[in-house]
């Protein structure tokens, strides 16, 4: 009795294997990794990042030309709008060779602290800008779009920092969003001065990131010969 | 800031005219400036008006009208001096910049110009704004411009790329591209990755109106395909950095492109490819299934010649009349193998002859002799005619061009031509090679010697054997299946033996008379001659009747062997037959008659 069923199950076992041999042809075989680690090389993951910061950038130059327009030649104005960027507190490198002398993984986290930092003010840009300008739309679409891409970008770079610098990643650090005053219950003019200031550190911040990510990839995977 | 006065109060006291410098004056000067303020004003006021009476006048407000950073490390600012009221004028620039509190002046007047600010490495910060202002001022007083608010990451315009270098080069199917290269301006960091360059290229013939412009990304480098030979093509790059200004367009480069050298081929009517009668043309191959023509006078139609030749131009010759060049008809022995006036049709219009198209205007002699895949057969397209010619005589001593080249394409090899001619023909002559038998029964042989056998060594062998045949400079046609025509160099005439059983004619080489064909106006005595004005289903020749005399006795003599038929599609197909056809087949010119080739078309569907 027994060698008959188990008989029957090797015979059952075998007619599921011989099955799923004949039927599942289309079925998409498992990506097969070299060594079995199945990374995007780091030189794929770079561009990719850097695809959605020079796409985040643009944005931002666009929606600031949008707003610009409003106020052109409005010498006084735009004197007044000019004011500390809130995200002047992060130790941004602030030229090429500072930025060289900064090492990668502490780079990728600045860069990770400065994208993660504009998410809250993106949101609220939304309001604010509704309906008060001509350009709202435009500012509108644009702010949600760049919010939207970074989202992908942080998950890009944490990525990197996953693969080429495993240790450092864990360490990062957000500012806290404390600067940027709530525009509730403010007059028109202080409100449109702060919307000019956020929009022009959003440009800003959006090539800084752009900037910094190209000069990493030449570093980490052209070895500084682009 | 918050210590600094606002910068709408900064500005306030660098002036924009006469006005508020006495505003300022007054908050400077404070209280005692109350008291003596009549006198003061009095004071001001008359200076101004003697000044006035002078001509003389503050100078006027300057504009800061643009800066640039051709490397987002330094940065130059320009501006215009406006009116100088009269008197010698001092220029100064000030800035500020965010987050500072002090102001500072320009650290260099000199590097970038006349009215002009560089700001090195050491003064330049990115990603700040900087508060600019140039104030004029002359013994009368200054005069500032408006503040310009400028961040140099956004004022970015490189200089343009150097180093453009053109090449010709090929690929290894011989067709040729422009290579283009350049390097990116001297002094922008592009290594490290702190300046992003993408590139444009733009190119245009010499002639040509408009440029042909192309993107080429971050790439320094960029190829250009289908570019006319004989041309001479000038390109130019241009640079922008990832977000900024495009530079302008470098230093002009140029190059020509070489022609593709290919054989000349005499004897052929370039009217009738300038007049775009390709049809005639195929037709006179004895190409089928082409439109008949109405208008044949015009039409000349020879043999075509080919010499080898070191010289490998292009010959363009516009006379209707026979270019005459060593036209010499010569005897056609039943041993030799002059191919005069004949060739070898059947491996002209091979099973390659397709649809029919517009007249070909591209030569290329590597395309042809590609096909039969024996790259020794290859002629490559710029080497000499004689080196690479296994097909061809080994004597045949220069090559003319087949004139059916429109003049724009006459820089191309001419033998593209021949099997484009087959394309457009479409299907095989075997009638006509039956036609050339006698004479062709060399050639036939020797092309399907050449098709079975593909080695270059069986090939020359064969050339030998050939050319001893031949004790004059001549050369039979020696085509293989896709090869370009070769004819032999003076071009003769056949005269038709007799029409065996099986349809072919077996053709006697005309026996020259005594520098009879040499002088011109001799056709008129050339009598003997018919000429064949078409050629009928497979094996049917249709003749041309000449209006003398003299040519009804071969007429009469053939007739008798074979019935003649007259314009009409008659499928004897076991019999060559004569006909005769209008006067208009018949043509005249030079030395020699022809075939004319319209004649042919009404054999032909």
Redesign the interface.
């Known amino acids: 009795m027994n060698s008959h069923g188990s008989d029957r199950k090797a015979g059952t076992l075998l007619l599921l294997v011989v099955s799923n041999l004949l039927f599942c042809r289309n079925v998409h075989p498992l990506p097969i990794c070299p060594g079995g680690n199945c990374q995007m090389p780091l030189q794929e993951l770079f561009d990719r990042v850097i695809m959605l910061s020079?796409y985040v950038?643009?944005l931002s130059?666009d929606m600031f030309i949008e707003l610009d327009k409003q106020y052109a030649q409005d010498?006084?104005f735009?004197?007044?709008a000019?004011?500390?960027c809130p995200t002047?507190s992060l130790a941004t490198p602030?030229?090429?060779e500072e930025?060289?002398q900064v090492p990668p993984e502490v780079l990728l986290n600045l860069i990770l602290s400065l994208v993660h930092s504009w998410n809250d003010p993106l949101f609220q840009l939304v309001t604010e800008v509704d309906g008060i300008h001509e350009a709202s739309d435009a500012i509108i679409s644009r702010a949600k779009e760049i919010g939207e891409q970074n989202k992908r970008l942080l998950e890009g770079i944490e990525k990197i920092l996953g693969q080429a610098y495993p240790a450092a990643k864990g360490n990062e650090f957000y500012s806290v969003w404390s600067q940027f005053p709530s525009l509730q219950g403010v007059d028109e003019e202080s409100r449109d001065l702060a919307i000019y200031n956020k929009i022009r550190c959003l440009r800003?911040d959006s090539?800084?990131v752009?900037?910094y990510l190209?000069?990493?990839?030449?570093?980490i995977v052209?070895n500084?010969?682009? | 800031?918050s210590e600094n006065k606002?910068?709408?109060e900064q500005?306030c006291c660098w002036g924009y005219g006469e006005e508020p410098l006495i505003h300022c004056l007054y908050q400077e000067t404070g209280a005692n400036m109350k008291e003596s303020m009549p006198s003061a004003l009095a004071f001001i006021l008359l200076f101004l008006n003697i000044s006035l009476l002078n001509g003389q006048s503050p100078p006027g407000k300057p504009e800061i009208y643009k800066c640039r950073s051709p490397d987002?490390?330094t940065f130059t600012c320009w501006w215009n001096p406006g009116t100088d009221g009269g008197l010698p004028t001092n220029y100064s620039l000030t800035y500020s910049k965010?987050?500072e509190k002090t102001t500072h002046e320009c650290p260099d007047y000199e590097t970038s110009g006349p009215n002009s600010c560089f700001f090195s490495k050491q003064y330049t910060?990115?990603?700040?704004?900087y508060?600019i202002t140039v104030i004029a001022t002359n013994q009368m007083g200054s005069s500032a411009s408006?503040?310009l608010?400028v961040?140099v990451?956004y004022i970015v315009e490189p200089e343009p790329p150097r180093n453009l270098t053109l090449e010709v080069k090929q690929l290894k199917d011989k067709k040729t591209y422009l290579w283009i290269k350049w390097s990116p301006p001297t002094i922008t960091?592009?290594?490290?990755?702190?300046f992003?360059m993408e590139y444009e290229i733009r190119l245009k013939s010499e002639e040509a109106d408009e440029w042909e412009v192309h993107f080429t990304g971050q790439q320094t480098h960029f190829k250009v395909f289908d570019l006319y030979p004989g041309q001479k093509y000038i390109v130019q790059t241009r640079c922008k950095p990832?977000?900024g200004y495009w530079s302008r367009w470098g230093q002009e480069n140029s190059i020509e492109i070489p022609n593709v050298p290919g054989p000349k081929i005499k004897g052929f009517d370039t009217h009738l490819l300038e007049k775009g009668k390709s049809e005639e043309l195929l037709t006179a191959l004895g190409c089928q299934d082409f439109p008949p023509t109405s208008d044949s006078e015009d039409l000349l139609v020879e043999f075509l010649e080919v010499d080898d030749n070191e010289d490998v131009q292009l010959m363009p010759s516009h006379s209707k009349e026979y270019p005459g060049q060593g036209v010499k008809p010569t005897h056609l022995d039943p041993d030799n193998d002059s191919g005069h006036g004949s060739y070898d049709s059947h491996s002209l219009l091979s099973e390659k002859c397709e649809e029919p198209q517009v007249y070909p205007p591209a030569f290329h002699i590597p395309e042809i002799l590609e096909k039969p895949e024996n790259p020794e057969a290859n002629i490559p397209p710029t080497q000499d005619a004689r080196s690479s010619t296994p097909y061809f005589h080994a004597d045949v001593s220069k090559w003319s061009t087949w004139p059916l080249l429109p003049s724009q394409h006459m820089t191309r090899s001419p033998y593209h031509s021949i099997a484009d001619v087959c394309k457009l023909a479409g299907g095989p002559v075997d009638t006509l090679a039956s036609f050339l038998d006698k004479a062709g029964k060399n050639v036939l042989k020797f092309s399907k010697t050449l098709e079975t056998e593909e080695e270059k060594v069986a090939e020359q062998e064969k050339k030998k054997s050939f050319h001893s045949e031949t004790k004059q400079n001549t050369s039979w046609p020696l085509l293989q299946k896709n090869a370009p025509i070769v004819y032999a160099k003076p071009p003769d005439y056949v005269e038709i033996h007799k029409v065996n059983k099986d349809g072919v004619l077996s053709l006697f080489p005309k026996q020259k008379e005594n520098d009879q064909v040499e002088k011109p106006g001799v056709p008129e005595t050339s009598k003997e001659y018919t000429k064949v004005s078409g050629v009928m289903d497979d094996n049917i020749l249709v003749l041309v009747p000449d209006s003398r005399a003299e040519n009804t006795a071969l007429f009469a003599e053939s007739a008798k062997k074979v019935p003649p038929s007259l314009e009409q599609n008659q499928s004897a197909k076991d019999l060559a037959s004569f006909a005769a056809t209008s006067n208009n087949c018949r043509l005249q010119l030079g030395r020699l008659d022809y075939l004319d080739p319209t004649c042919f078309t009404h054999s032909f569907h």
């Open positions: 020079h950038y643009l130059a010498h006084e735009i004197a007044k000019i004011s500390d002047s602030e030229g090429k930025a060289q800003r090539h800084k752009d900037n190209k000069l990493l990839r030449c570093r052209h500084n010969n682009c | 800031m606002p910068l709408s500005r987002k490390e965010e987050g910060s990115i990603w700040k704004i508060v408006d503040p608010y961040d990451t960091d592009v290594k490290t990755g702190w992003t990832d977000h």
